[in-house]
């Protein structure tokens, strides 16, 4: 009874934790959507530039995947988002709150979203690259129509494993200054010992990542034509008519 009550009198949850949720969805939100814009192309160029790709750039494949890609991807994320304050204040005015840190979650998600893309597209069959390449498709016909509809199911998971890494990534920015569940999370909860805070923050936290977690799969799963293809399949021997051999 008494955990009731204090969920309801509590004032951090009752007038700061709506808040708190809606700066952490917009920070995943709109860190997603740039993240989207810019890893799907990066992670198409790291697939096609690559030796033996559509169109193999091994020097410059070389300078983004190894500097541009990897040292991102290897600088710790709390690091690499305090120093790019200057920039987050210089893009969007402000070096605090939910509009300051998508700046550095968007950078810090990138490259990751970009290999994951890498990654899908290398489970393609080059049986039907080349098919497309011999009835004379452009390189960006094939991307167009090959490539991406071929590994959409993998760019769905992969969407959906750096959009839970966002959430993780939004918390930490909490710490800094970026607002949402994590400032929460630290300033009413660690800091002012409030076990209530801290419980109602990490189940919110678990909720949201699950959500998306079911949203991606069952995209993933709609998606994919070889599922559908297979369930068709079965569906159509169930209905048929069963032979019967006279002796």
Same mark, same amino acid.
């Given at each position: 009874m008494n955990l009731f009550e204090d969920l309801f009198s509590n004032p951090a949850i009752t007038k700061a934790l709506p808040e708190a949720?809606?700066?952490?969805?917009?920070? =995943?939100g709109i860190s997603g959507v740039f993240t989207v814009l810019i890893g799907l192309p990066l992670g198409i160029f790291l697939y096609t530039s690559a030796p033996g790709g559509l169109r193999p750039l091994p020097v410059t494949n070389r300078i983004v995947s190894d500097i541009v890609v990897n040292i991102t991807r290897s600088i710790p994320f709390a690091i690499l988002m305090i120093s790019l304050i200057p920039l987050a204040r210089i893009i969007t005015g402000t070096s605090i709150g939910?509009?300051?840190a998508t700046v550095s979650l968007t950078i810090g998600t990138v490259p990751f979203f970009a290999r994951l893309v890498e990654t899908a597209l290398r489970d393609i069959s080059s049986g039907k690259i080349d098919a497309a390449l011999v009835m004379g498709s452009t390189?960006?016909?094939?991307v167009r129509k =090959?490539? =991406?509809p071929e590994a959409l199911p993998g760019l769905v998971a992969a969407l959906t494993t750096t959009m839970v890494t966002l959430v993780g990534y939004s918390a930490m920015a909490g710490l800094t200054g970026g607002g949402g569940l994590g400032q929460l999370a630290y300033n009413y909860g660690y800091q002012r010992f409030n076990t209530t805070v801290m419980i109602v923050t990490i189940v919110l936290i678990v909720i949201l990542v699950q959500a998306i977690q079911w949203i991606g799969d069952a995209v993933a799963?709609? =998606?994919d034509h070889r599922t559908a293809a297979t369930a068709g399949s079965k569906k159509s021997r169930r209905h048929e008519p069963a032979t019967v051999v006279g002796v």
């Amino acid at each position: 009874m008494n955990l009731f009550e204090d969920l309801f009198s509590n004032p951090a949850i009752t007038k700061a934790l709506p808040e708190a949720i809606g700066e952490t969805l917009l920070m =995943v939100g709109i860190s997603g959507v740039f993240t989207v814009l810019i890893g799907l192309p990066l992670g198409i160029f790291l697939y096609t530039s690559a030796p033996g790709g559509l169109r193999p750039l091994p020097v410059t494949n070389r300078i983004v995947s190894d500097i541009v890609v990897n040292i991102t991807r290897s600088i710790p994320f709390a690091i690499l988002m305090i120093s790019l304050i200057p920039l987050a204040r210089i893009i969007t005015g402000t070096s605090i709150g939910a509009l300051a840190a998508t700046v550095s979650l968007t950078i810090g998600t990138v490259p990751f979203f970009a290999r994951l893309v890498e990654t899908a597209l290398r489970d393609i069959s080059s049986g039907k690259i080349d098919a497309a390449l011999v009835m004379g498709s452009t390189r960006m016909q094939i991307v167009r129509k =090959v490539l =991406v509809p071929e590994a959409l199911p993998g760019l769905v998971a992969a969407l959906t494993t750096t959009m839970v890494t966002l959430v993780g990534y939004s918390a930490m920015a909490g710490l800094t200054g970026g607002g949402g569940l994590g400032q929460l999370a630290y300033n009413y909860g660690y800091q002012r010992f409030n076990t209530t805070v801290m419980i109602v923050t990490i189940v919110l936290i678990v909720i949201l990542v699950q959500a998306i977690q079911w949203i991606g799969d069952a995209v993933a799963r709609r =998606v994919d034509h070889r599922t559908a293809a297979t369930a068709g399949s079965k569906k159509s021997r169930r209905h048929e008519p069963a032979t019967v051999v006279g002796v």
